[in-house]
């Protein structure tokens, strides 16, 4: 079976495509108008669209309610510049559809689904209905964010997915394995899109033929790694490794456990305001601050 739904999209979903993080104040209420900011922040900067509800963007800890109103509000901000994407990290096909069909009024244009990510796991019959039952029920194209280390999807398994569910048009590949986004882009159908997920491998990736990525620093420097990628593209590559060992370079101070604190901290250092992550996770340390003051210097003086 020949997967067609993502055809159109290949071409919307291409290059760097953030996601944004939810701003947070010190007592943990989202700041709603830093959305706005944000974003057009990430879309000043050249981002080809834009990715709400994802890991980076603390989706996980977000009650049904919030989710509906920061995603609404997300889109509102966007406001048709780029297309716009939802991600969604749950734990039951239930909740995956009950979260999408609050926003039914919105022009959503994929979502980012997750494998389930608690402690037990369904089989493969399982895994495929799971994708299978949300496409069939929301009719939104589905991109796997394939990042769930106890539910981590093989390259069969991913390509079987794409294969037998016709909504499924994509993958976002989030392992330290190179060769597993080289053997998705070999045998994928080229109709699908397979996207990087790894801050460290974003040249590679992009040499490949990769999509696009959708990583934490596509957020945090979002105009460096436009950079990065349209250097690629016209095949500049001694301007795209300097810009890969810059970023490679900030990516290896910052502690990858507390993610979207460090990404909220390299933007407010572009303009934007400082917001906090939601607890138990901790603000960027001063240590921390200054490691990361010292690489991000070197990735924005290009």
């Known amino acids: 079976m020949h997967n067609n739904v993502g055809r159109g999209l290949k071409d ?11 701003p947070f104040d010190e007592k943990g209420e989202i700041a709603f108008e830093g959305l706005h ?4 922040f990430l879309i000043g900067s050249g981002a080809s669209a834009v990715v709400v509800g994802g890991s980076t963007g603390e989706g996980h800890t977000l ?3 919030e989710f ?21 990290i749950v734990n039951s096909t239930h909740q995956a559809i009950e979260r999408v069909k609050m926003l039914r009024e919105l022009k959503i244009c994929a979502l980012q689904v ?25 009719k939104i194209p589905i991109i ?12 069969d398994m991913m390509l079987q997915i794409m294969d037998e569910v016709p909504g499924v048009v994509g993958i976002k590949q989030s392992s330290g394995d190179l060769k597993s986004v080289s053997d998705l882009l070999l045998r994928a159908n080229p109709n699908n899109l397979i996207l990087t997920g790894i801050d460290a491998l974003l040249y590679p990736a992009f040499m490949l033929g990769a999509t696009g990525a959708i990583t934490a620093l596509t957020s945090a420097v979002p105009g460096a790694v436009v950079s990065l990628y349209k250097a690629v593209q016209r095949g500049d590559h001694t301007a795209a490794k300097d810009m890969h060992f810059r970023l490679n370079a900030l990516w290896n101070v910052i502690p990858h456990d507390n993610l979207p604190a460090c990404v909220k901290y390299i933007q407010h250092l572009q303009g934007i305001k400082l917001y906090q992550p939601r607890l138990p996770m901790a603000p960027v340390s001063d240590p921390l601050k200054a490691a990361i003051d010292v690489e991000l210097k070197n990735v924005l003086c290009s």
């Open 37 to 40: 900011e944000q974003i057009d």
């Open 144 to 155: 796997i964010y394939n990042v769930i280390p106890w539910n981590y999807l093989s390259v």
């Open 63 to 65: 009650s049904n309610e």
């Open 68 to 88: 509906k109103r920061v995603v609404t509000e997300a889109c509102k901000a966007t406001a048709g510049r780029v297309p716009f994407v939802t991600g969604l």
């Open 114 to 138: 997750t494998p389930v990510h608690y402690l037990f796991k369904p089989d493969t019959l399982g895994t495929i209905d799971h994708f299978r039952t949300i496409w069939e029920q929301i």
């Open 12 to 22: 919307e979903l291409r290059g760097v495509l953030p996601p944004a993080t939810v």
